[in-house]
């Protein structure tokens, strides 16, 4: 059973309005999708670059000066972008809530098809010889999504259950990281959630310039 009662029942605002969490059918699994081996597959992986998804929750596109915000707010993902990396212009939520748009990055469909059995990016990459790191703040096991994008982990940092950090504090990921081994064409698949840009994250004095 995914839900978790009384914990989460959406944001504040939809809460008002809906009595139930709007991703309750997960309690329904849709039905299981099934892929076959890939025979030309590289079990050793050498040579495949380091992958790594970003994802920051409420992080708004038109708050970042590489999206043409007036003020200097992402001056590393503007070094990026000015020397060639890509950047999608244009993007749509396919709802309102966090675990939607985890599941649908991660699992590259619409997420009312995407259950506990659903191959994710990182089922696929394990097959290629890759190693697989997670490592986030928030509640990632609300409604329990964590029970759905845990399987094929070699590792799962997570804020939630360690004393050692605020719920919301973006640093666990900066400790995971500095555990992990020197890159030696061993290639590993990285996903960080950052919760610190959601109005409940920690907050530091020396950006307050952008509030």
């Known amino acids: 059973d995914f839900e978790e009662s009384g914990i989460w029942d959406g944001e504040p605002l939809s809460s008002l309005a809906l009595k139930s969490n709007s991703i309750s059918y997960f309690n329904d699994p849709t039905e299981t999708i099934l892929f076959t081996d890939n025979t030309d597959n590289n079990k050793n992986a050498k040579n495949h670059p380091n992958i790594i998804i970003m994802h920051a929750d409420a992080l708004r596109a038109d708050h970042l000066s590489s999206m043409g915000y ?39 469909k619409y997420f009312k098809k995407i259950d506990v059995q659903t191959p994710l990016i990182q089922t696929y990459l ?83 310039k952008f509030e």
């Not at 590393?76 to 985890?102: K, R, T």
């Not at 790191?133 to 360690?162: N, P, Q, T, Y």
């Open 70 to 108: 007036s003020r200097p707010t992402s001056p590393y993902i503007d070094s990026l972008v000015n020397n060639g990396a890509e950047q999608v212009n244009y993007a749509v939520s396919n709802c309102s809530e966090s675990i939607c748009g985890i599941l649908s990055v991660l699992g590259s």
């Open 126 to 208: 394990k097959k290629e010889g890759y190693r697989v790191v997670f490592a986030g703040s928030g509640k990632l096991s609300w409604e329990g999504l964590d029970k759905i994008i845990s399987h094929d982990m070699d590792h799962f940092f997570r804020s939630e259950f360690d004393d050692r950090y605020s719920i919301n504090d973006d640093i666990v990921i900066l400790s995971a990281l500095k555990g992990m081994p020197v890159y030696q064409e061993n290639p590993t698949f990285f996903y960080l959630h950052y919760m610190s840009s959601h109005p409940t994250g920690r907050h530091y004095a020396q950006y307050k």
